[in-house]
Protein backbone atom coordinates (compact mmCIF):
# COMPACT_ATOMS: atom_id res chain seq x y z
CA UNK A 1 0.00 0.00 0.00
CA UNK A 2 3.12 2.11 0.89
CA UNK A 3 5.48 2.65 -1.78
CA UNK A 4 9.20 3.01 -1.67
CA UNK A 5 9.86 6.58 -1.50
CA UNK A 6 6.18 7.71 -0.32
CA UNK A 7 5.25 9.99 2.75
CA UNK A 8 3.13 9.31 5.18
CA UNK A 9 1.78 11.81 7.33
CA UNK A 10 -0.02 11.27 10.19
CA UNK A 11 -2.45 13.90 12.52
CA UNK A 12 -3.71 14.33 15.62
CA UNK A 13 -7.25 13.11 15.14
CA UNK A 14 -9.43 11.70 11.91
CA UNK A 15 -11.66 14.83 11.96
CA UNK A 16 -7.90 16.91 11.27
CA UNK A 17 -7.38 13.87 8.13
CA UNK A 18 -10.51 13.71 6.60
CA UNK A 19 -9.96 17.79 6.72
CA UNK A 20 -6.44 17.58 5.42
CA UNK A 21 -7.88 15.12 2.68
CA UNK A 22 -10.48 17.92 1.53
CA UNK A 23 -8.17 20.50 1.36
CA UNK A 24 -4.71 18.34 -0.55
CA UNK A 25 -7.87 16.92 -2.90
CA UNK A 26 -9.18 20.30 -3.70
CA UNK A 27 -6.24 21.37 -4.43
CA UNK A 28 -6.20 18.17 -7.26
CA UNK A 29 -2.81 16.52 -5.49
CA UNK A 30 -2.25 13.37 -5.65
CA UNK A 31 -3.43 12.02 -2.00
CA UNK A 32 -4.50 8.93 -0.59
CA UNK A 33 -6.17 8.35 2.98
CA UNK A 34 -4.56 5.12 3.72
CA UNK A 35 -5.06 3.11 6.93
CA UNK A 36 -1.96 4.13 9.00
CA UNK A 37 0.72 1.15 8.79
CA UNK A 38 1.66 -1.49 10.95
CA UNK A 39 5.14 -0.14 11.79
CA UNK A 40 4.10 2.72 12.78
CA UNK A 41 1.60 3.98 15.37
CA UNK A 42 -1.27 6.60 15.75
CA UNK A 43 -4.67 7.08 17.64
CA UNK A 44 -6.15 8.04 14.54
CA UNK A 45 -5.77 5.03 12.82
CA UNK A 46 -6.41 7.00 9.13
CA UNK A 47 -3.17 8.47 7.52
CA UNK A 48 -2.58 10.64 4.13
CA UNK A 49 0.12 9.03 1.79
CA UNK A 50 1.65 10.76 -1.01
CA UNK A 51 4.93 10.84 -3.25
CA UNK A 52 8.08 12.63 -1.62
CA UNK A 53 7.67 15.46 -4.79
CA UNK A 54 4.70 16.78 -3.18
CA UNK A 55 5.98 17.30 0.48
CA UNK A 56 6.68 20.69 0.27
CA UNK A 57 3.80 21.63 -1.86
CA UNK A 58 1.27 19.44 1.01
CA UNK A 59 3.36 20.96 4.02
CA UNK A 60 2.35 24.83 2.64
CA UNK A 61 -0.92 23.76 1.78
CA UNK A 62 -2.21 22.49 4.99
CA UNK A 63 0.07 24.86 7.63
CA UNK A 64 -2.19 27.77 5.33
CA UNK A 65 -5.10 25.73 6.42
CA UNK A 66 -4.14 25.52 10.16
CA UNK A 67 -3.46 21.81 9.54
CA UNK A 68 -0.59 20.42 11.16
CA UNK A 69 1.09 17.11 10.40
CA UNK A 70 1.76 15.55 14.05
CA UNK A 71 4.51 12.56 11.93
CA UNK A 72 5.71 12.73 8.88
CA UNK A 73 7.72 9.38 7.69
CA UNK A 74 8.91 8.30 4.41
CA UNK A 75 9.68 4.53 3.52
CA UNK A 76 12.60 3.66 2.33
CA UNK A 77 13.95 0.19 1.36
CA UNK A 78 10.88 -1.50 3.15
CA UNK A 79 11.24 0.42 6.40
CA UNK A 80 9.59 3.65 7.69
CA UNK A 81 12.13 6.33 8.92
CA UNK A 82 10.70 9.79 10.40
CA UNK A 83 11.33 13.08 8.17
Known amino acids: MVGDRDC ?4 QSIHRVMKAEKVL ?3 GLA ?6 P ?3 TSDCGLAIRFPLELRSVIETA ?3 SGLAIIELWQKRDGSFRQL
Open 8 to 11: VAIF
Open 25 to 27: KGL
Open 31 to 36: ILLIPV
Open 62 to 64: LSE
Open 38 to 40: RQL
